[in-house]
């Protein structure tokens, strides 16, 4: 499908800092081609800001292309937005119309409180696997030989499913 | 002066390390705990090399700017680790994996440091399964492996096209262990900021909260850089968005040599350029090239016809096709080496029969029809159906591949809206990995005693070239086998030093440095955005120091960034405060870094006057296009030293590399 430009209309969640009440606030972009990612998206709005001498918004992300885990949006109500089986990073703007308005938040939990504007503090979730949740064996190496134990290519495949 | 002791073994290759090892000082057990070690980035090389610090007994403060260490770029690695297990029985050895390594870095890399690496490798499959590592196995639930560029055996080992990511949680558990022990302080959301020296040691580092704005002083009796590579000096790379150079930049401001800054990887199959928003490039993993294949039309007409959507791929019949790197090297085809793809890629748009419609024209296909089609008849053949229609084989090969590559089909898919299983990939070269970076001995020390690097943050171990699934392997080797012993050596004079205070002369100085820069970026009155900034000097760097570069070229790019720096500290905004966190601000100070690392490399690929590896100088190549290197002249590490704010005043050293054990040949791939 070939690209083409639309217009939105963005409502965003701004918070100073973890102290501070925050709100909704209202943005227009203009001219965000479709093949554009979501993230790139906020990058436009972005420039656009501090061209204008405004704060930017801040939001986590990293690798984008969809597998540190780092970005972490709330897209029109849902998880890393209207697709499925991605991460907020591999959303693009051929998934909405010219003219919508999209309504980005941070993570909605009790457990990880908002740092900054859409960026939230998820250190419980690491504290949570410091506690036991990973595999207590010594990192010297001096183990068998990796061929020793054979796993059924079935069981494999699976535990491989289960840790993506 | 020159500081560059290599400290290379002496004996024979395959003894060097056993003997350097039995020789190496240790620090007893129960004098461990009375060590601290920073390490700074927790990816595969700085998280390996945290935990099995920790758990060997020593004091770990581990730091990284994300909000968890499990978000280190390395879990972007895709298609696999090589290791010499010869499970396959295809002819591999220790010596091969160490002769292909060599001959893959065009004969620019340290021989004893690669043979070390391949030594070590098959210990780090074990140590990787024993974790619970998910490989990928076959029908007998024995490890499966595939072949990467390069090379002619299938000695890479991988879970699907997610490999680093698998690797990276395993070095993480370990890593959570020790978190959870107290063994290891982890600082997540913190950026090192600069290195203190006291006495001529490496003793600690300043670092940024990046939530709260804090300035920390952290104290060390040893530091480990592992904060990976700088190819976001292009700003369009396949490495994070927040990777960046400064931890390795600032170590080398305070005497840390950086070697061959100019040798950087631009790896061939990438997703091609959408448009000017575009913030990064993804990677198409090289283990595709072992099912895809490479072509553009034969025709310029067809390449036209296809950019301007009259024609598609499919449309194009078989002998109308140019499988290029099949045709010009035989004996590798579509596996030749990463540099060596990428200039036959750029070969053929130059000369107009690039496919993707882009500012650029830009694109080459990536094809996978064949392989379906000879897989859908294997699989059919092993089911017992021997005159399978076509029909059924291709949906069986369709299905072969979503077993090897589901994820990597399905990201090409989310982003370019097109179906790899219907219609072939289109990819072009981009910027992936920097075998430059900083000097360091066969201790992994760098130039300032006490401060180590290990991972893509130094350069000993891939010369000018590094083959697919070699860096995986030599992160883990660095942090769970290599460091580990050499540390302590450095250490065991450290037993009764104690702690190291963080109120001395040195850590005011270092603190007052970074709060300048700072302020200075904070409260100065410019009117564009870092981004800008970054976009242009990414601009000048894939122009100029990309994949062919030239005398004229280079000295244009040298003057260009000098100017852009000046304009930047002039001119750059960055809004808010320094008291919260604030992305425009760490922006900052990883740009300014990066401009004058750009100014390096660009002086160092001026300097080279011959072409090897990743670094291709025009006026330097064959009649057929190769590299032609100049083993008379350029056999040597350019090791810099940092000389002040001007950057053209740093002083290159030579570590003049002696090969022993291997000849220097042409390196073909025919």
């Not at chain 1, 704060?55 to 986590?60: G, K, L, R, T």
């Not at chain 2, 490999?163 to 950026?191: D, K």
């Not at chain 2, 591949?401 to 289109?426: C, R, V």
Request: proline share 3%.
């Amino acid at each position: 499908m070939a690209s083409k430009n639309i217009n939105i209309t963005l409502k965003i969640w701004r918070q100073k800092n973890s102290k501070a009440k925050g709100q909704m606030e209202t943005y227009k972009l203009n001219n965000v081609s479709t093949d554009s990612s979501f993230l790139e998206m906020l990058d436009q709005l972005n420039e656009q800001l501090i061209e204008e001498g405004k704060e930017p918004v801040a939001f986590d992300h990293d690798c984008r292309e969809g597998i540190c885990g780092m970005c972490s949006l709330y897209i029109n109500g849902r998880p890393h937005g209207p697709d499925r089986g991605i991460t907020t990073c591999q959303l693009h703007m051929r998934m909405f119309k010219d003219g919508e308005t999209i309504y980005v938040e941070p993570w909605r939990s009790v457990a990880f409180p908002v740092i900054k504007d859409l960026i939230v503090d998820r250190s419980s979730f690491d504290r949570i696997q410091q506690s036991g949740g990973f595999v207590s064996i010594n990192t010297s190496g001096n183990t068998i030989d990796a061929n020793s134990l054979p796993v059924p290519k079935k069981d494999a495949d699976d535990a491989f499913d289960a840790a993506t | 002066m020159s500081k560059l002791d290599s400290k290379i073994p002496a004996g024979d290759i395959s003894q060097k390390w056993s003997n350097h090892k039995a020789h190496l000082n240790l620090v007893a057990p129960n004098n461990r705990d009375r060590i601290e070690i920073i390490v700074v980035g927790t990816g595969l090389a700085g998280g390996s090399a945290a935990a099995t610090l920790a758990e060997l007994g020593y004091k770990v403060k581990a730091f990284c700017y994300q909000d968890s260490p499990r978000r280190a770029h390395s879990i972007a690695a895709q298609g696999g680790i090589n290791a010499a297990k010869n499970y396959k029985g295809d002819n591999d050895s220790i010596y091969r994996l160490f002769y292909d390594t060599v001959k893959g870095g065009d004969y620019r890399s340290r021989e004893a440091n690669v043979h070390r690496l391949a030594e070590e490798s098959a210990n780090i499959i074990d140590q990787c399964v024993a974790q619970g590592v998910p490989f990928a196995r076959d029908y007998g639930g024995y490890l499966d492996n595939r072949s990467f560029g390069g090379v002619q055996v299938s000695r890479t080992f991988y879970a699907k096209g997610q490999t680093g990511q698998q690797l990276l949680l395993g070095a993480y558990s370990a890593m959570n262990h020790q978190i959870g022990l107290g063994r290891i302080q982890m600082y997540n959301r913190h950026e090192m900021l600069d290195l203190v020296v006291v006495d001529g040691k490496a003793r600690g580092i300043i670092a940024r909260n990046l939530v709260t704005g804090e300035i920390e002083r952290h104290s060390a009796h040893a530091v480990v850089i592992a904060s990976g590579g700088y190819g976001n000096v292009y700003f369009l790379s396949t490495n994070a968005m927040g990777s960046n150079v400064t931890a390795s930049w600032k170590i080398h401001k305070k005497g840390a040599y950086f070697a061959n800054p100019c040798y950087v990887q631009i790896h061939p199959t990438c997703i091609p350029v959408h448009g000017t928003n575009q913030s990064k490039l993804t990677l198409m993993s090289e283990s595709l090239r072992n099912s895809g294949r490479i072509w553009v039309p034969k025709n310029i007409e067809d390449a036209v016809a296809i950019r301007e959507g009259r024609k598609k791929a499919k449309d194009i019949p078989e002998a109308d096709r140019d499988y290029y790197l099949e045709r010009r090297y035989p004996a590798f085809g579509n596996l030749v080496p990463r540099d060596v793809a990428s200039r036959g890629a750029k070969e053929r748009c130059d000369a107009g029969f690039g496919i993707e419609n882009n500012d650029t024209k830009e694109g080459v296909f990536l094809d996978f029809s064949t392989e379906i089609m000879k897989k859908g008849r294997e699989v059919a053949y092993a089911n017992g159906n021997h005159n399978p229609s076509d029909a059924e084989v291709e949906q069986l090969g369709k299905k072969w591949i979503e077993d090897k590559y589901g994820n990597l089909f399905q990201m090409y898919q989310k982003i370019t809206d097109e179906n790899p299983y219907e219609t072939p990939m289109k990819i072009y070269p981009a910027v992936h990995y920097t075998m430059g970076g900083v000097w360091v001995d066969y201790n992994l020390m760098s130039t300032i005693p006490g401060c180590f690097v290990a991972g893509e943050a130094n350069f000993s171990d891939h010369g000018a070239n590094r083959l697919g699934a070699s860096a995986l392997m030599q992160g883990l080797a660095d942090g769970y086998f290599v460091l580990p012993y050499t540390i302590a050596d450095y250490l065991a004079a450290d037993i009764r030093t104690g702690k190291i205070p963080t109120d001395s002369p040195e850590f005011d100085q270092a603190e007052k440095a970074v709060k300048d820069q700072i302020n200075f970026f904070i409260n100065n009155k410019g009117n564009r955005s870092v981004d800008s900034f970054h976009k242009e000097l990414g601009h000048i760097m894939w122009n100029k120091v990309g994949m062919a570069r030239n005398e004229k070229g280079l000295r244009e790019a040298i003057k260009e960034i000098a100017e852009l720096r000046e304009e930047f500290y002039k001119n750059v905004f960055v809004p808010g405060t320094a008291d919260e966190l604030n992305p425009e601000l760490e922006k900052a100070t990883r740009v300014a870094d990066f401009m004058e690392l750009g100014q390096l490399m660009a002086m160092d690929a001026l300097q080279r006057n011959e072409s090897c590896g990743g670094h291709f100088r025009e006026e330097y190549q064959t009649e057929e296009g190769e590299a032609l290197r100049d083993d008379e002249n350029f056999t040597f590490v350019g090791a810099w030293e940092y000389r002040g704010e001007d950057i053209n005043q740093e002083v290159m050293h030579k570590e003049e590399l002696k090969y022993e054990f291997i000849e220097l040949k042409a390196r073909s791939y025919k």
